[in-house]
Each structure stands twice: as C-alpha cells, then as structure tokens.
T-cell receptor, first 113, second 116 residues
Framework: AQSVTQLGSHVSVSEGALVLLRCNYS??????LFWYVQYPNQGLQLLLK??????LVKGINGFEAEFKKSETSFHLTKPSAHMSDAAEYFC???????????FGTGTSLTVIP | GAGVSQTPSNKVTEKGKYVELRCDPI?????LYWYRQSLGQGPEFLIY????????DSGLPNDRFFAVRPEGSVSTLKIQRTERGDSAVYLC??????????????FGEGSWLTVV
C-alpha cells in the first residue's frame, strides 16, 4: 500500500510570501499525484494533478507542484500568498495497482496579514 | 447533477441507532468512493465501487458498516448500532473511471455525523 507524508501539519506565512507545502510518497513506481484544498466546512477541491506528463504541474489559484522521482516528492508552491489561501491542503496518491486514493494527514496553511 | 451530492449534510443520532448516508455521484461516473475524515486527519478510505459492485471494501472498519450501489449510480452507506467513535465527516467521491488510470476524484461536501 502507498503512504503519503506531509511534513508540517501547520504552516504560517506572511501575505505575499512564498508558500511551500511538502509531500512525499512511498511508491517505487511513479504514481498519480494530486493536491486538494479544503476550506472550512467545505468538501475537498482539486488544485492540481500529475499523471506522468510534464513534471511541473500548474493548478488553480496560482499554485504549482513539481514531481521529483529521485526524491519521491511532490511539493506544492505558490510564489505569493493571499489571505484567501488559508485552508487545509491534502496531498493524495493513486497508483497503477490500486483501488483507492491515499491521503496525507494534511497541512493547515495560515496567512498572516 | 453538476457535482457530487450528499445527504444529509448533518446528522445527530443516539448511540446504538441505525444511520443511512446517501451519495449521488456526478452523472456518468462509474467509480464511487466513501471516505471518512476525523478532525485534524486526512480522508480515510472506506470502500470503492466500480459500477454496482464493491471492488474494494477493505477500509470498512467492522461489520457494522455496509454500503450499496444497486443501480450503479446512487450509493448508501449504512451504519448499524452506531458508536460515539463513528462521529466524523463521511465523504463521498466519484470519478469517471477507476483510480489506477489517473482519473481525478471529485468530492461531495460530506455528511457530518455526530453520535451522542
């Protein structure tokens, strides 16, 4: 089974600063990778996904993530944080042999004005 | 419908009671999933349907939990003899095809279950 590790359960950045949320996965075979965002009292919304095309993936709201096979990582970044980015972010993985998506425990992003 | 729809959005029930949670997936999506999310945690897999059949029910915690999808569209998650530990948000999701093909899963807003 896959496992997904999100380092840092809470991240705080100043408005306008770089956002970096970390995600590492366990599979030796490149999987499919996703980032989801969850605003308070709402469902999960897809930010972006990697499916073996370009390693740098651009998503909604200015977010992007880079797949690095050698590091088994798929970190999420945004050059300049907005107040509206405050939310919970989840990294997820699915693979060729699986029947499910595996989620990390999430990173709560706080943006300080 | 336009998105995954879940009802009820909130449910408070007494310990020991039976509960049903309903999910209406995106039209045309053959794959349907149930996840459970506790406070401060990521979604935890419960069950995956491909069409009418449960392709993987390995995440159901015990035999008090059961789910059906009789016509390959709407699904119902059934919880018998509820316990306080069952309190969580139950998330339904759907995708156009199976998860091992890179399909995106789309989530509903969840059913918040509180067992008192």
């Amino acid at each position: 089974a896959q496992s997904v590790t999100q380092l840092g359960s809470h991240v705080s950045v100043s408005e306008g600063a770089l956002v970096l949320l970390r995600c590492n996965y366990s599979s030796s075979v490149p999987p499919y990778l996703f980032w989801y965002v969850q605003y308070p009292n709402q469902g999960l919304q897809l930010l972006l996904k990697y499916t073996s095309a370009a390693t740098l993936v651009k998503g909604i709201n200015g977010f992007e993530a880079e797949f690095k096979k050698s590091e088994t990582s798929f970190h999420l970044t945004k050059p300049s944080a907005h107040m509206s980015d405050a939310a919970e972010y989840f990294c997820a993985v699915s693979d060729l042999g699986g029947n499910q998506f595996y989620f990390g425990t999430g990173t709560s992003l706080t943006v300080i004005p | 419908g336009a998105g995954v729809s879940q009802t009820p959005s909130n449910k408070v029930t007494e310990k020991g009671k039976y509960v049903e949670l309903r999910c209406d997936p995106i039209s045309g999506h053959t794959a349907l999933y149930w996840y459970r999310q506790s406070l401060g945690q990521g979604p935890e897999f419960l069950i995956y349907f491909q069409g009418t059949g449960a392709a993987d029910d390995s995440g159901l915690p015990n035999d008090r939990f059961f789910a059906v999808r009789p016509e390959g569209s709407v699904s119902t998650l059934k919880i018998q003899r509820t316990e306080r530990g069952d309190s969580a948000v139950y998330l339904c999701a759907s995708s156009l095809g199976p998860p091992n093909s890179g399909n995106t899963i789309y989530f509903g807003e969840g059913s918040w279950l509180t067992v008192v």
